[in-house]
């Protein structure tokens, strides 16, 4: 099975790239899979790995390769990613994860990879103004805050600002992206799989420039 739209949406936080998924995962009907959004539900739950991994993210650093791809390939596997493709947002952030999703995805390659660009200064704005509800996970921020106080418009949650939204978490962030994605860049664009789209603007215009680029890949 080779149809679908199977993508990688690569960008800094604060890029827009949660935002962008939610719309492409809806265009195209297929499931948005953010490997935050799962670590956060394993926090949330207090599994063991859930445990684990927040003392990892709360010292702003990342969980392992292994353990992630286990994460990864499993829902890969269901039924919805394999037949109509899927969204993958959070991983691979490395060149060694790359080199475990191409073994992972051998029988159904991805379509694209799609970098969203924003300047620095741009997302570190971003960054400082975002809040987020602690129940549902959706994106508000102090210019787009919910209709009722600070109480989530999707389910009613407390809408908060992330405890790893603090200036020196989000720098570290920042440096860690810069270090790590770089490489992944370059591998990508080896691989002619890569485009960049410019993610400044209304959302509903970056969201037309990524179904552009996306249909333009499927036609080729
Ligand atoms: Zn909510």
Redesign the pocket.
């Known amino acids: 099975m080779t149809t679908g739209v199977r993508l990688v949406l690569l960008g800094r936080q604060g890029a827009g790239k949660g935002t962008q998924c939610v719309r492409l995962s809806r265009h195209y009907v297929i499931p948005h899979i953010s490997t935050g959004d799962m670590l956060r539900a394993a926090v949330r739950e207090g599994t063991e790995f859930g445990r684990k991994a927040k003392e990892i993210m709360d010292r702003g650093e990342l969980v392992s390769d292994e353990v992630i791809g286990g994460v990864v390939d499993e829902r890969l596997s269901q039924d919805d990613a394999r037949h109509r493709g899927y969204i993958l947002d959070g991983f691979p952030r490395t060149v060694p994860q790359a080199e475990l999703l191409e073994k992972i995805t051998t029988d159904a390659p991805l379509t694209l990879v799609i970098d969203l660009v924003v300047p620095t200064d741009v997302v570190l704005e971003r960054l400082a103004s975002r809040r987020v ?1 602690g ?4 994106n508000y921020s102090l210019e787009t805050p919910p209709k009722y106080g600070w109480v ?1 418009d ?4 407390d809408v908060i600002q992330r405890a790893d939204d603090t200036p020196e978490a989000i720098q570290k962030r920042l440096d860690l992206y810069e270090r790590e994605t770089a490489p992944l860049i370059e591998w990508y664009q080896e691989r002619h799989l890569l485009v960049e789209v410019d993610g400044l603007g209304p959302a509903e215009d970056v969201t037309d420039r990524l179904t552009q680029a996306i249909e333009h890949r499927r036609s080729a």
Do not use: P, V
Request: proline letters at 0%.
């Open positions: 509800c129940d549902c996970g959706a989530c999707n389910c009613g949650g």
